[in-house]
């Protein structure tokens, strides 16, 4: 997680430098909720990588992993405030393209991290992303099987708590799950559930 926040802020720096930006650079990174420990981590990274680079960055966050409005707002709210360059990791695919079209408007560019914007749906809204930087969620899937097959050498019935239903990174990590478990003789998923993150 360190190496994926240290790349995302110098894929950004980089992205506006060569836009020929001032060296007074404060950025705006949008998380999904401080309300669980990725995303504090998260935030931690973006902190200590920005007093590194000598910039500014300020994190926000809305308080759960469902308040796909109050993000919505929360990004609104970001670009009245003059930020050079806004880094977002979305509740769903879709609920930021809003917002980033209107940032697209205002030149400032944004980079989309872990979380994936729909493609096909912001390319029909008009908008663009300097950069994306994600995570191999199917790779994080298949590793906890891989966990699972080692805390039980015999197999047996195990069941799949997800993330949000729909959400990208979460199907993809239940995918890489399943997709693993079967290579282990003796597993059965007997069940696989959202439970929206919680």
């Not at 650079?25 to 920005?50: D, Q």
């Not at 390319?123 to 995570?135: C, L, P, Q, V």
């Not at 966990?147 to 949000?164: D, H, R, W, Y």
């Not at 729909?166 to 559930?193: L, M, P």
């Amino acid at each position: 997680m360190k190496k994926l926040l240290v790349v995302t802020m110098i894929v950004v720096i980089g992205l506006l430098s060569t836009a020929g930006f001032a060296a007074e650079m404060k950025f705006a990174a949008i998380l999904k909720t401080l309300a669980n420990p990725h995303w504090v981590t998260m935030k931690k990274g973006y902190e200590e990588e920005a007093k590194k680079q000598g910039i500014t960055v300020e994190v926000f966050a809305v308080t759960s992993e469902g308040n796909i409005q109050e993000q919505l707002q929360l990004f609104e709210t970001i670009l009245q405030k003059g930020y050079t360059g806004i880094a977002f990791s979305p509740i769903t695919p879709v609920n930021l393209i809003p917002t980033v079209v209107k940032a697209n408007k205002q030149n400032i560019p944004v980079v989309n991290v872990d979380e994936g914007v729909d493609q096909k749906a912001l390319k029909d809204a008009g908008g663009k992303i300097e950069a994306f930087i994600r995570t191999d969620n199917f790779a994080i899937g298949q590793k906890a099987s891989d966990f699972v097959a080692s805390q039980l050498p015999k197999g047996g019935k195990v069941a799949i708590i997800e993330g949000m239903a729909g959400n990208a990174s979460g199907d993809a990590r239940r995918d890489g799950f399943k997709d693993k478990i079967k290579t282990y003789a003796g597993f059965e998923v007997v069940a696989s559930q959202p439970a929206d993150w919680d």
